[in-house]
């Protein structure tokens, strides 16, 4: 499966902003998503992941009660709303896909990766 990421740019701290992926093939429905971030100078981090058919969600703590992701498979597309955005949200946003489902969203154990998009908050 290939993933395209889009929705990123500048915002200011408290502001919103929706990043979706959309990917290609038949076989979307089949896999579980996620969205991992990495900032200047440090690892690509976990920021949410959601089950294939978005019964199971699970979020990093940084994020719980700001950021939503979903998905809509009819249209291949994953989402993240992200709102109440603080500075230290700014990172380049991926998305990502595996085939075989587990409690947790680790970068080792995704199957394939979109390029990033870039989320900038600002003061």
């Known amino acids: 499966v290939q993933l395209q990421a889009s929705g990123g740019g500048l915002v200011q701290a408290g502001g919103s902003l929706r990043l979706s992926c959309a990917a290609s093939g038949r076989t979307f429905s089949s896999y579980h998503m996620a969205w991992f971030r990495q900032a200047p100078g440090k690892e690509r981090e976990f920021v949410a992941g959601i089950n294939w058919n978005g019964g199971n969600t699970d979020y990093a703590d940084s994020v719980k009660g700001r950021f939503t992701i979903s998905r809509d498979n009819a249209k291949n597309t994953v989402y993240l709303q992200m709102n109440s955005l603080k500075l230290e949200d700014t990172a380049v946003y991926y998305c990502?896909?595996?085939?075989?489902?587990?409690?947790?969203?680790?970068?080792?154990?995704?199957?394939?990766w979109g390029k990033g998009t870039l989320v900038t908050v600002s003061s």
């Open positions: 990502a896909a595996k085939r075989y489902y587990s409690t947790t969203y680790v970068v080792a154990g995704m199957d394939y």
